[in-house]
């Protein structure tokens, strides 16, 4: 945090809403490092002339935060006769701008010196409008922080990757780097060097700041600067769409196991931050909660800030609303989050919010009733879909909602699926950036399975489809439901390759009977795996180049293989296998366990999982699944028994 004196604010009061003040940084003089400024307050009836600043108040990299720790710098400024403390990346972009006449002729927004931040009544009622600035700003500028060695060849990669057309991008995933298209087509950026420079590009902290997301969605245009380097958020945003949607997405968290990892990448971020920007329409009931549910891996210091750097999306929607209001002093995070989920629910006509609270594991806030979703969480929680327009559990059944604000209670109304009786891994646990995929509890639940499922589809068709709800996407192609048959094959792929890791282990009991089990697995229901008469798969298979892989099946260059069924496996990792005790396959947030009960509820687009919480029939909301053959009203007769649920 900023830390001031009270001087610099006594000749530029805020006395009413839709004033702010704006900076002026005085250029580089005498080969002085000091930093005068000046600070006037404007109107924005006004319309005045200036440039807002989206940045990270902390560190803009790992490595410089060790720097900052180890220095333990303190930087200032000169402003008003007063003198402002500021960290040291707001002091490197000041200092920037002393130097380059097309900056410091300009006039500044930036929040950590034009709010008091030690007047917590100013700091409410300018965060409340903060959508306003943002959005009269001439332009914004995203400043990533200081270059490093990184920066030039990153920023170079990925001018290139965006001109890219559509079947030039298809050549060079990541199974393609030694082979002669793959340089074809990026030339001098085909190397090594440059895809590193780029994995680090994408962990500079910028990419994780949650204030970041409405400061780009409602700018007019966003200037990315990177010391002295310029790039284009649009060329951003293509290459994010790019590395989310392919088998990048793998190969740049090589190593990295947690999401909340500072070594992860954060990629997907700006491909977030375009889709927030898009679904920003003021007066729509879901725009704020389809922020959120995007914003799940932002971070912010203050964790009411995860609703409140968002507020300005709905802008239309939020304003006159006392729940919604920003509200630093009076407020705790557990009644923000609260007040929150009560507006939304009153808000919308169907339950979303509920198929976005993922669970007892999930919250870190004591107080918080199991039906709010803990916004911190800075994990991607549940099935990995926003709005959940594909699926329609309770056909179009009416929302049956009564919410006891006192009691933090609300009534539902539903019919019980079933109860679940076996859980497998987690996603993380099993898949996550491990050379040797294991999984014994979903090959035990899968061999629990009848060979046919009751939707008529073999076993291992149900089980792919499963996994990755049924759900697939390839560039330019936006994502199908169901997904393609020819998944089948690329499902086939990645088994074959897992298959073939384990049988380079030391035999052991264990390895032994999970080898065995998945041979038997993928020489059933027409899996079609190259098995031999022995039953063993066919060794004479080619290797891959992917590193951590050691094999790859070969395929058509226009069908999905084993490196895009994994992609689409990894997306949603907080999740594992469950099976019903009427042999229903689903999947589900990892915070459910053996026992809980699956409801279909009216007005949910997906089912929803409850436990019993007390004998006075009140049940914990655990989260939202993906019950295979029940995602478009199966289980609904036509005049379907309803009852209560009560949820605390």
């Known amino acids: 945090m900023s830390a001031f004196t009270d001087h610099p604010y006594c000749s530029s009061r805020l006395s009413g809403e839709g004033q702010i003040r704006l900076l002026k940084v005085q250029p580089e003089a005498g080969g002085s490092r000091e930093i005068k400024c000046t600070l006037d307050t404007v109107h924005l009836d006004d319309s005045p002339s200036y440039v807002a600043l989206s940045y990270t108040w902390g560190p803009p990299t790992a490595e410089m935060a060790d720097a ?65 600035i943002y959005r009269s700003a001439d332009f914004v500028i995203a400043w990533l ?72 969605a409602l700018a007019k245009k966003v200037m990315v600067k990177c010391g002295g380097h310029l790039l284009d958020w649009d060329h951003i945003v293509k290459v994010s769409l790019f590395l989310t949607v392919t088998p990048w997405t793998r190969f740049l968290n090589l190593g990295v196991r947690d999401p909340t990892d500072r070594e992860y990448s954060n990629h997907a971020q700006p491909l977030y931050l375009d889709a927030n920007g898009k679904s920003a329409v003021p007066g729509s009931s879901h725009s704020l909660l389809y922020a959120l549910i995007r914003a799940r891996r932002f971070e912010c210091s203050d964790p009411r800030d995860k609703v409140y750097a968002l507020l300005g999306l709905g802008e239309g929607h939020v304003n006159e609303k006392p729940r919604l209001q920003p509200l630093y002093g009076g407020r705790s995070v557990v009644d923000a989050y609260i007040s929150t989920a009560i507006q939304i629910l009153e808000d919308t006509n169907d339950l979303l919010l509920l198929a976005h609270a993922e669970g007892k594991d999930f919250q870190s806030f004591e107080g918080l009733p199991s039906w709010t979703p803990d916004w911190s969480c800075s994990k991607g929680l549940g099935l990995g879909i926003v709005g959940y327009g594909r699926f329609a559990a309770a056909r179009n059944l009416p929302r049956s909602l009564k919410i006891d604000e006192p009691n933090k209670s609300l009534v539902l109304r539903g019919m019980l699926l079933d109860r679940i009786v076996q859980i497998g891994e987690s996603k993380a646990e099993a898949l996550t950036l491990r050379k040797h995929a294991y999984f014994p509890g979903w090959v035990s639940i899968l061999s629990s399975l009848p060979m046919v499922y009751h939707t008529g589809q073999p076993r291992n068709e149900v089980f792919w489809r499963t996994l990755i709800t049924d759900t697939a996407a390839r560039i ?141 029939n009140e049940y914990y909301l655990v989260g939202g699944a993906y019950i295979h053959g029940f995602m478009q009203g199966e289980a609904l007769a036509p005049y379907p028994e309803l009852l209560d649920i009560k949820v605390v």
């Open 145 to 216: 922080g200081k270059e490093d060695i990184n920066t030039e060849e990153s920023f170079t990669l990925i001018r290139t990757l965006a001109t890219l057309c559509e079947d030039c991008l298809a050549q060079i995933m990541p199974k393609n780097r030694a082979y002669e298209p793959f340089e074809n087509v990026l030339g001098q950026m085909a190397n090594d060097r440059a895809w590193n420079a780029l994995r680090q590009f994408w962990r500079r902290s910028y990419f994780k700041r949650a204030w970041t997301i409405q400061e780009v």
């Open 476 to 616: 330019p192609h936006p994502a199908r439901h169901p997904a393609a048959g020819e998944y089948k094959n690329a499902f086939r792929d990645w088994l074959a390759r897992i298959i073939l890791l384990w049988m380079d282990e030391p035999p052991s009991t264990e390895t032994r009977y999970f080898l065995d089990a998945l041979q038997r697995l993928a020489a059933s229901d027409g899996v079609g795996l190259p098995v031999s008469a022995t039953g063993k798969l066919d060794l004479a298979l080619a290797s891959g180049s992917l590193p951590g892989y050691s094999v790859d099946l070969p395929g058509s260059r226009n069908s999905p293989d084993a490196d895009d069924y994994d992609a689409i496996l990894n997306h949603s990792a907080q999740t594992r296998l469950l099976r019903t005790s009427a042999n229903y396959l689903g999947i589900a947030t990892t915070s459910i366990k053996v026992g809980d009960l699956i409801w279909i509820v009216s007005g949910s687009r997906v089912p929803l999982i409850f436990r019993k919480a007390s004998p006075r």
């Open 68 to 132: 900052e720790a180890a220095s333990q710098s303190t930087y200032t400024i000169t402003c008003n006769q007063g003198v402002i403390q500021i960290t040291r990346n707001l002091n490197d972009f000041l200092q920037m701008v002393r130097r380059e006449p097309e900056l410091h002729s300009r006039r500044f927004w930036v929040d950590a010196v034009c709010i008091n931040q030690q007047d917590a009544t100013e700091r409410s009622s300018q965060v409340g409008f903060m959508a306003s």
